[in-house]
């Protein structure tokens, strides 16, 4: 569905700077339909014990990159809650939200605040170390594919 659709990660006052407003907003769409999603769907499939097709379906639908970063906001304002793993809170401490950087009137409001979901936090975490573990297999995945290519490009080279 918005598996393929990148994470655009600038502020929206960069992206207006840009003329990329247009793809913050939609970036912002999907991220509150993924957060949406979770809010609705994640405390049930623990309980069910069905969390791991929660997580297929979630991955699926809005990609691993977007679950974690949309993941990330609730886990970096709850980062005092003892219950995530020191590897969650050091993991989604590394995602940057740009918009928490820029000075706000008193009545603006950071819009990724409303990504921060509801849900009990060792659900999120247990979430939160599923997408972990999908993501290192995906990089240990594209990492074997830069390999190969690497092995095909000196075979080739070879044999000119």
Known sequence: MYATIPVYYPSLEEAA?????ALWCDSYNINMSCRNFIQDKAMTAFNTRELDAFIEELVRCYGTERAMYVLSRTIQFSDWDARF???????AGKTDFPDTREPREAHQVDPTTRYVTEIDPCVVNAVFVKLMELEDEQEETNHMNE??????????????
């Open 17 to 21: 700077r840009k003329d990329e407003a």
């Open 85 to 91: 793993d020191q590897a969650v809170l050091d993991r």
């Open 147 to 160: 390999i190969e290519q690497d092995e095909l490009d000196e075979d080739m080279t070879a044999e000119l």
